[in-house]
């Protein structure tokens, strides 16, 4: 009966256990009383695995990651991300928000060691204390899929289809694990009712054009969780499901984080999927962190103009919500071009209604509070 004192905004928890403070409740809270803004838990089971001390250190830390792609004899690399910086603490949820071309994918493919041969990368990723670009091809094989997995974003296309969608799981315990084929097995049927299957055996024995969209997801959640890695990369996993199977995904994603305490990094262009679900957004344009915070913070009060314009494009909820029939919808001026990537200044300033003279001469990074962070020289106007 450990008492922990908690200070919570609507959408996120902020829990003080021992002098340690951790990203979310993760575990049962049994009793707690209300006194104005601060919950006090009197009574909670937490699992050890899911208490991190943001005084340590980051499980991912990147710095200065700056990815250039080659295309070609002639023609100068493309830049798709510039000095990012970013770490990634055990067992939270960070959401990676941005329009199409913003460098999301780009960033799981780093961090996932999977950046296309050729490809320009300079700065330092730091995983559980390893330096991954320091890493051979067969090291980083080891930790793929064992320690830093990805849900794959469209499994109809990424699982083999004239193979057993369970025995493509139990190959993934086979590449990181001595088991015999027995425990594969047994394993893989595991991993399959975490995901929410009943009929486990039907699922284990299907191919993959036997299952269903959301069935195929929640088989590559299965795939990608089943050697319990630490970190979990999701880019975009819901994108080609109708709203009710993109729920029922959330779910078994939201379910799996609360047992296994795996870091998440979920990359959407939709923001309505991060509220409630994640402890952290970072919001990315033109392969640059703009903004990042607490998802409540964030979404309440935007403070980058780019995220300002971003979450006007989604009409709240609610009998009200909408836009009026007739309407013009909302839009970000512009488009990125190739020119504002390399001109001095800041790289949303052709875009940007608030811009000044200094955003077309200086680059702007500020940080407000130690998790809050916004590249805008005006962001308390
Ligand atoms: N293999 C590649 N070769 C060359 N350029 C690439 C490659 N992959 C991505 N790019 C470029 O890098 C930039 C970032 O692309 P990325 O796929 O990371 O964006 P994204 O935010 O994931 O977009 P989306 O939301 O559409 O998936 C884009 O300009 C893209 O054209
Ligand atoms: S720094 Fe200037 S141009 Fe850039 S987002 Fe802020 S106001 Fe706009
Ligand atoms: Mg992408």
């Known amino acids: 009966m450990t008492p922990i004192f908690l200070s919570q905004t609507p959408q996120s928890v902020r829990c003080y256990l021992s002098n340690l403070e ?55 690399p493309a830049p798709a991300l510039h000095k990012v910086d970013l770490d990634v603490w055990s067992g939270e949820i960070v959401g990676i928000l941005g329009e199409s071309g913003a460098g999301k994918s780009t960033l799981a493919a780093a961090i996932l060691t999977m950046l296309p041969s050729g490809t320009e990368s300079t700065g330092s990723l730091r995983f559980q204390g390893q330096q991954l670009q320091q890493l051979d091809e067969s090291h980083c094989r080891t930790i793929r899929g064992a320690q830093i997995a990805r849900i794959v974003q469209e ?68 795939q990608a969780l089943v050697c319990r890695p630490s970190l979990v990369i999701a880019d975009e996993p819901t994108r080609s499901l109708d709203v009710t199977a993109q729920g029922e995904i959330l779910n078994v994603l939201r379910e799996t984080h609360r047992k296994f305490g795996s870091a998440l990094v979920l990359i959407t262009h939709n923001p309505a999927l991060l509220a409630g679900f994640a402890d952290r957004v970072v919001i990315m344009y033109a392969g ?94």
């Open 155 to 222: 499994p109809g296309l990424c699982l083999n289809p004239v193979m057993r969608v369970g025995d493509q799981i139990a190959e993934v315990v086979r590449a990181h694990s001595q088991h015999d084929r027995r425990l594969r097995k047994e394993q893989s049927e595991a991993m399959l009712r975490e995901v929410g299957f009943s009929n486990v055996e039907r699922v284990y024995k299907a191919y993959p054009h036997q299952l269903s969209g959301g069935e195929l997801h929640r088989v590559a959640i299965a």
């Open 22 to 76: 951790i990203p979310t409740i993760s575990g049962t809270i049994n009793q707690t009383c209300f006194a104005g803004d601060t919950v006090h838990v009197m009574h909670a089971t937490l699992m050890p695995s899911h208490v991190l001390s943001m005084t340590g250190s980051p499980l991912l830390s990147i710095r200065d990651l700056t990815v250039k792609y080659w295309l070609g004899s002639g023609t100068a």
């Open 288 to 381: 640059r962190i703009v903004e990042e915070g607490p998802v409540a913070q964030v979404f309440r009060k935007p403070l980058h103009p780019y995220t300002q314009g971003l979450l006007r494009l989604f009409p709240n909820s609610g009998p009200r919500a909408g836009w009026k029939r007739l309407e013009r919808l909302p839009a970000i001026p512009g488009t990125l071009t190739e020119a504002d990537q390399f001109a001095p200044g800041c790289v949303f300033a052709p875009r940007c209604p608030a811009r000044t003279a200094v955003c077309h001469t200086d680059s702007p990074v500020v940080e407000i509070q130690q998790d809050r962070r916004v590249s805008c020289f005006h962001h308390d106007e």
